[in-house]
Each structure stands twice: as structure tokens, then as C-alpha cells.
């Protein structure tokens, strides 16, 4: 499969919004029901957390059908939000095995900094002590971590669609997101600065609603709320918007056909 040189990342988010506006209710029913369905798994002590993160490639992949389904101009349903889950299914769970174990390596090598403060903080919800903080070991651990999981990120940006798509190997998906995004790299570089941009503008909002409501932290967290579902559409469609323009040789399958 060739890649190709992309255009400006910001252009992704753009087109991830217009698919957006096609079917906005559908977009907040599934995304809310995706939503819902993560943090109710997120109950389950200790086990909640890996079965969530093996399923998010099959995740992913229902939410690249909704964006090809609104990109070929028909209509969405809310089944295909399990559309994921009805094919290449053990390729995709085996990608999804694959990144928990790269989570923990990540953590595992942030550990280094902070004896192990920052992982029991993601996977157990045991929060750092604040001498951690003072003496800046979790602050060295988040910049360690960050650098390790940079190439894990770029390897399973695309695989999940790459191996339910194109029918690639779990191995083979990887590889291939890999070199794509780092051939791309300064797409996926304004793609980041774009995100900056929003994350700022989000926060000068936040601000601006708490001096308005007096301190009053339900009005924050009402709008963290109606923000998160606004935006989470465009950033799903944008992986997609991402995916066509790296990969546009890439036949796109029809979507399983709703049970």
C-alpha cells in the first residue's frame, strides 16, 4: 500500500467537523453511548481498565464505518457503533492486547523516574504523595513517558483500520502506521498545534464561565461535559479525515450490515 505525503493536519479537523454536521444527533447519541459504556466498564476494579483498552481498536473501527458510511452520503444508525466487532475481530482484540501491554511498558519505563508513583496512579488510582510532586519525580516520569509512548502512539494511530480495512496483520498494521505517520510528521505536527489551539481556547472559556458563576464548580463541570460531547465527534472523524488522506488508495469496505 502507498503513502502519500499528507496536507495541512488542521484541514482533518475540518472535515471531521462537516462530518459531524451531517447526522450531529446521531453523532451525540453514539458518542454519549460510547461514552457511558467506557465508564461503566471503568467501574470494575483493576480488570475495567485493560478489557476497555483491548476493545478500543474494535471501538475505533466502528467509528472510521459511521464517518465512511456519512462520507459516502448515507445514512447513519446507531448500530454501527458495534460494527467493529463484526469483522477481522481477532485481529483487532489482538491489537488491543498489544496496547495494553505497551501502556504498561510505557508506565514501566516512567518508572525509572518515580519508582513507580505515576503507574499505580493511571492503573490503580493510588494518587501520588505530594513529596512526589515537590521533588519532581512525577513530573520527570510524565516527560519519560511521554517519549515512550511517542512510537507507540504513531504505530497504533492507524493499525486498527489498517487491519480491518485493508485485511493487514496485526504486526503489519503496525508497521505500516508507524512510517506513515512519521513520514508525516509535520501534518501530524500542526494536527497537534491545532489541538494546543482548542485545549487553549477551552480553558479561557473555563475561566471565563467560573468568574461568571461566582466559583461555582457544577457550571464547570456542565460545561466540561457539553464541550467533551460537542468535540469528540470531530476529533473521531478527524482520524478518519487523517486516514483517507495518507492512505487515499485505500477501498473502503461497506459497513457490516446492522444485526
Known amino acids: 500500500m502507498r503513502i502519500v505525503p499528507a496536507r495541512n493536519g488542521w484541514l482533518w479537523l475540518v472535515r471531521g467537523f462537516a462530518l459531524f454536521r451531517r447526522s450531529p444527533a446521531t453523532w451525540l447519541l453514539l458518542v454519549f453511548t460510547y461514552w457511558i459504556a467506557m465508564a461503566l466498564l471503568g467501574q470494575i476494579r483493576y480488570l475495567g481498565l485493560a478489557v476497555s483498552t483491548v476493545l478500543l481498536p474494535a471501538f475505533s473501527v466502528s467509528f472510521m464505518n459511521i464517518c465512511a458510511v456519512l462520507d459516502r452520503g448515507e445514512v447513519s444508525r446507531p448500530a454501527l457503533l458495534v460494527s467493529g466487532f463484526r469483522g477481522r475481530l481477532a485481529t483487532l482484540l489482538a491489537l488491543g492486547a498489544l496496547y495494553l501491554l505497551s501502556i504498561v511498558a510505557t508506565f514501566g519505563v516512567a518508572s525509572l523516574a518515580d519508582a513507580g508513583a505515576l503507574l ?3 492503573l490503580l488510582s493510588r494518587e501520588p504523595s505530594l513529596e512526589t510532586f515537590r521533588d519532581g519525580s512525577v513530573s520527570r516520569a510524565l516527560l519519560l513517558a511521554a517519549a515512550a509512548g511517542t512510537p507507540v502512539l504513531m504505530a497504533f ?13 496485526a504486526l503489519q498494521s503496525l508497521f505500516y502506521s508507524f512510517f506513515s505517520v512519521l513520514r508525516n510528521w509535520r501534518a501530524f505536527l500542526v494536527y497537534g498545534g491545532a489541538f494546543v489551539l482548542l485545549g487553549s481556547g477551552f480553558m479561557l472559556l473555563a475561566l471565563a464561565m467560573l ?4 466559583g461555582q464548580v457544577q457550571a464547570m463541570r456542565a460545561l466540561g461535559l457539553t464541550c467533551t460531547l460537542l468535540t469528540l465527534p470531530t476529533v473521531f472523524a478527524s482520524f478518519y479525515a487523517g486516514y483517507r488522506d495518507v492512505f487515499p488508495e485505500s477501498v473502503v469496505p461497506p459497513a457490516p450490515d446492522s444485526p
Open 120 to 122: 499505580q496512579w493511571v
Open 157 to 169: 494511530w492507524f493499525a486498527p483500520v489498517l487491519a480491518a480495512w485493508d485485511r493487514m496483520g
Open 211 to 214: 468568574v461568571l458563576s461566582g
